[in-house]
């Protein structure tokens, strides 16, 4: 599938997980593609890599500017890069609230507020943002996290209303539990992983992880061409976990 092919597109967090698979897939079906990351010394070609901390603005201005001078323009966003938490309201202090927040949320407005010009030259510009299940379901223990992500999903919203009439579409995927390095560290410092996994899989309909190139091709689908008519959109990919309410298995 070539669906891609012409465009340019930038991933931020894309050295490792969802962002990685998603930076590989879009380049797979035809795309030239830039990552950020805190740490791109694992990216290689055909990725383009840029070095960038998405809670200092100046080092997102350089790396946006950066990678569409390297790509000859940006066509695609994705803003996948983020911090996960654990914890009820009353378990992280105000510098771990002001923390995740700026990179979860602010993080995705200074790299769309630098993508922008690019963006409004582009025949074909997409942004996606990377949400997750926890904006639209009450989740334990993920207080600050489903905070954060709330927010996501309201800003998707908010930007795909203020730059529709400029050509730019703007949606969001709201992954479930996917199998990542952060759910992986999570796991390991259970007292009991394999437990802590088993729960996991289970609240999920489908019995199972959500894998990272799950998410990818959702990503690549809001990103398309093909779908040049949506926008707004949160698209789901959490094994049903949002809208399905299966019967206990039999015993």
């Excluded at 092919?5 to 962002?19: D, F, K, Q």
């Excluded at 799950?214 to 949506?230: C, H, K, M, N």
Aim: glycine fraction near 10%; charged fraction near 20%; charge should be negative.
């Amino acid at each position: 599938m070539s669906d891609f092919e012409g465009l340019r597109a930038l991933v931020t967090g894309g050295a490792s997980g969802i962002g990685r698979a998603t930076a590989e897939l879009l380049a797979a079906r035809g795309a030239r593609v830039a990552v950020l990351d805190l740490d791109p010394t694992t990216v290689g070609e055909p990725l383009l890599a840029h070095r960038a901390d998405v809670t200092d603005d100046p080092s997102v201005r350089r790396a946006v500017a950066a990678a569409a001078d390297g790509l000859g323009g940006l066509d695609v966003l994705v803003n996948n890069a983020g911090v996960g938490a654990q914890g009820t309201v009353e378990d992280n202090d105000d510098a771990e609230w002001h923390r995740v927040l700026d990179v979860n949320v602010l993080g995705m407005v200074r790299t769309t507020r630098a993508a922008l010009p690019h963006l409004r030259r582009s025949a074909h510009a997409a942004i996606v943002n990377t949400c997750s299940i926890a904006a639209t379901a009450g989740l334990p223990q993920r207080a600050l996290y489903s905070a954060t992500k709330g927010a996501v999903l309201s800003l998707t919203l908010a930007m795909a209303a203020d730059h529709v009439r400029e050509g730019i579409r703007v949606n969001c995927v709201n992954p479930g539990t996917v199998d990542t390095p952060w759910v992986g560290r999570l796991l390991d410092a259970a007292d009991d992983p394999a437990a802590e996994r088993a729960a996991l899989e289970a609240r999920q309909p489908t019995g199972r992880l959500v894998s990272a190139a799950e998410v990818a091709g959702a990503i690549a689908y809001l990103a398309s061409p093909l779908s040049g008519a949506t926008t707004g959109t949160a698209l789901a990919v959490d094994g049903g976990m949002q809208g399905l309410r299966p019967r206990p298995a039999a015993r």
